[in-house]
């Protein structure tokens, strides 16, 4: 139980495009998640804290504006990268809260952007 | 913030041996995990333990709050354990955000 899917596995895009990444809870209500960036051999990185129904937090650093997050249900919540730039290429990972200490994870989006 | 250091960085193993890793964090914390994560990128749940000693099988973490560290332990190693180990602390609570250290890159061999 407590599945978060994730969506796409991984996906290419050109410069200047926008890519939209969505995780949705499969067998439980996340009313609260977690997006995460990672680049190679690094930690992950949080991003942002997004809450159904309100706006999400950003992390100090996390440009807003580029990193649009949106949480209108209690089971989708999606991360979309605009006008996205090589230095955008990333592997970006969600994840929720399932109780107190548990938390499951998306499989991740391997960004790359050419 | 907290700081989160984990040594050591990078191990390899034979298979069937004994490890362990450590994470040291720079404040009292009331959320402390260990996860996995696989070569695929995968992150898994391992140990919830802000305090006191757990064990699931082949693995087992203790965590000494005073003393600002957790150690987890892997016995009999497989190759299956490889991947990348990453201990995060927070807040307690049950949607409390994480900050996690910069990993330990396990590699087992055969």
Same mark, same amino acid.
Request: charged letters at 15%; proline letters at 2%; glycine letters at 10%.
């Given at each position: 139980g407590a599945v978060v899917s994730q969506h796409p596995s991984w996906v290419i895009c050109k410069s200047g495009t926008s890519v939209k990444i969505e995780c949705r809870s499969l067998d439980f209500q996340a009313t609260t998640m977690f997006w995460?960036?990672? @680049?190679?051999?690094?930690? #992950?990185? /949080?991003? +942002?804290? &997004?809450?159904?129904?309100?706006? +999400?937090?950003?992390e100090q650093g996390v440009e807003k504006d580029k990193f649009l997050i949106n949480h209108a249900s209690l089971t989708l919540s999606t991360l979309t990268v605009t006008s996205a730039h090589p230095e955008d290429s990333s592997f970006y990972i969600c &994840? +929720?809260?399932?109780? !107190? %200490? %548990?938390?499951? @994870? %998306? &499989? %991740?989006?391997? #960004?790359? =952007? !050419? | 913030g907290i700081q989160v250091e984990q040594s050591p960085p990078d191990l390899i193993l034979q298979e069937g041996a004994n490890s362990t890793l450590r994470c040291n @964090?720079?404040? &009292? =914390?009331?959320? /402390?995990?260990? @996860?996995h994560q696989n070569p695929w990128g995968q992150l898994i749940n391992l140990f919830y333990i802000p305090s006191g000693t757990k064990q699931n099988g082949r693995l087992s973490a203790t965590t000494v709050a005073t003393e600002r560290y957790s150690l987890l332990y892997i016995s009999s190693s497989q190759t299956t354990d490889s991947g990348v180990y990453f201990c995060a602390v927070g807040e307690a609570g049950a949607n409390s955000k994480l900050t996690f250290g910069k990993g330990i890159t396990l590699s087992v061999r055969p």
């Open positions: 995460y960036r990672q @680049f190679p051999k690094q930690s #992950l990185m /949080l991003m +942002a804290t &997004s809450n159904e129904g309100s706006k +999400a937090t950003y &994840s +929720a809260s399932i109780r !107190v %200490g %548990g938390y499951t @994870f %998306g &499989s %991740g989006t391997r #960004l790359t =952007v !050419v | @964090f720079s404040d &009292s =914390v009331n959320n /402390l995990q260990w @996860f």
